[in-house]
T-cell receptor, first 110, second 115 residues
C-alpha cells in the first residue's frame, strides 16, 4: 500500500470548514483513499473513501486531485466533537490490513 | 460503531494469566480482524479471518491466538500475558461480497493492562 503524508496537527474554528490535506504521490491505479478518525482512544471511525471521483457523505467531502497524488478531506462545519486524530490511508480495495500512519491531530476551538 | 461490540472494555491482569477478549458483530460481515494500538502509535494487525474456516496471522501474532466461533464472533486470546502486551485492542469487520470495497468498521476497543 502506498504511503501517505499528513501535517501533524492543525487547529480549526468551530463552525468553519476544516480542510485536511494528504499526499500520496506513489498511489497505484487500483488503490483507494480512505479517511478514518480516532477520538481519544475510541475505536477508529470510518469517514469516507474514494478512488478517482470526489465523494460526499453525511460526514464529509473528499476531494481527490486529477493525478490522484493528493487529496483533501473537508469537514464542512466543524464542531467541538470533531476534535480527533484524522488518518489518511491508501490501500487496495481488497487488502487485509489498514496501515495507520501518524495522522493529523485536529483541534476544533470555540 | 454499535454494530461491533467488544468485551470486556477494560481488563487488568497479572503476568502469566490467560486472557480472552471477545468481539461480536451484527453487521453480517464475513471478515473480522484484531488490532492492537500502543500509546502514540498506529494500529498493528494481530490476526484476521475472512470466513469461519479461515484464520491468518498478521504482523504481530506471536503470543496471541484466535478463534472464529461463528461468522459473528471472533475471540483473541493471550495464552500467557506479559507486560508488553499492555495496549488498546480493537476488533474490526468488513465485507467484500456483493460489490463491497472491504471497508473496515471498528469496535470500541478493550484496554488491557498486564501487571
Amino acid at each position: 500500500d502506498a504511503k501517505t503524508t499528513q501535517p501533524p496537527s492543525m487547529d480549526c474554528a468551530e463552525g468553519r470548514a476544516a480542510n485536511l490535506p494528504c499526499n500520496h504521490s506513489t498511489i497505484s491505479g487500483n488503490e483507494y483513499v480512505y479517511w478514518y478518525r480516532q477520538i481519544h482512544s475510541q475505536g477508529p471511525q470510518y469517514i469516507i473513501h474514494g478512488l478517482k471521483n470526489n465523494e460526499t457523505n453525511e460526514m464529509a467531502s473528499l476531494i481527490i486531485t486529477e493525478d490522484r497524488k493528493s487529496s483533501t478531506l473537508i469537514l464542512p462545519h466543524a464542531t467541538l466533537r470533531d476534535t480527533a486524530v484524522y488518518y489518511c490511508i491508501v490501500r487496495a480495495a481488497a487488502g487485509n490490513k489498514l496501515t495507520f500512519g501518524g495522522g493529523t491531530r485536529v483541534l476544533v476551538k470555540p | 460503531d454499535a454494530d461491533v461490540t467488544q468485551t470486556p472494555r477494560n481488563r487488568i491482569t497479572k503476568t502469566g494469566k490467560r486472557i480472552m477478549l471477545e468481539c461480536s458483530q451484527t453487521k453480517g460481515h464475513d471478515r473480522m480482524y484484531w488490532y492492537r494500538q500502543d500509546p502514540g502509535l498506529g494500529l498493528r494487525l494481530i490476526y484476521y479471518s475472512f470466513d469461519v474456516k479461515d484464520i491468518n496471522k498478521g504482523e504481530i501474532s506471536d503470543g496471541y491466538s484466535v478463534s472464529r466461533q461463528a461468522q459473528a464472533k471472533f475471540s483473541l486470546s493471550l495464552e500467557s500475558a506479559i507486560p508488553n502486551q499492555t495496549a488498546l485492542y480493537f476488533c474490526a469487520t468488513s465485507d467484500l461480497r456483493f460489490g463491497g470495497t472491504d471497508t473496515q468498521y471498528f469496535g470500541p476497543g478493550t484496554r488491557l493492562t498486564v501487571l
